[in-house]
């Protein structure tokens, strides 16, 4: 069956690093688009960002955009999200999904940017 497990979650200072990694298993993944969206509290879950089969091509959302950085590695079934100068606004939980407007999800990870 389809599992996403993301890790990496945590808390961060205004302007500091996380990396999200999600482990994909039971399906090609090389044949799939992987995203990364992120529901922050009484808010609607929203994309982040998402990228293409071959790692090709990527799409961000213009709130991340210049800060955020989705990769991904074929041969380890994983997609990653490094994320630099981090925001209080960037507090939600980020969750994997399976393509772009996602089929499957992960259980999500807290990232939580305070002081």
């Known amino acids: 069956q389809v599992q996403l497990v993301e890790s990496g979650g945590g808390l961060v200072q205004p302007g500091g690093s996380l990396s999200l990694s999600c482990t994909a298993s039971g399906f090609t993944f090389s044949n799939h688009v992987m995203s990364w969206y992120r529901q922050a509290p009484k808010k609607e879950r929203e994309l982040v960002a998402f990228?293409?089969?071959?790692?090709?091509?990527?799409n961000y959302a213009s709130s991340v955009k210049g800060r955020f950085t989705i990769s991904r590695d074929n041969a380890k079934n994983m997609v990653y999200l490094q994320m630099n100068s981090l925001k209080p606004e960037d507090t939600a939980v980020y969750y994997c999904?399976?393509?772009?407007?996602?089929?499957?999800w992960g259980q999500g990870t807290q990232v939580t940017v305070s002081s």
């Open positions: 999904g399976r393509n772009s407007a996602p089929d499957y």
């Open positions: 990228i293409t089969p071959t790692g090709g091509g990527t």
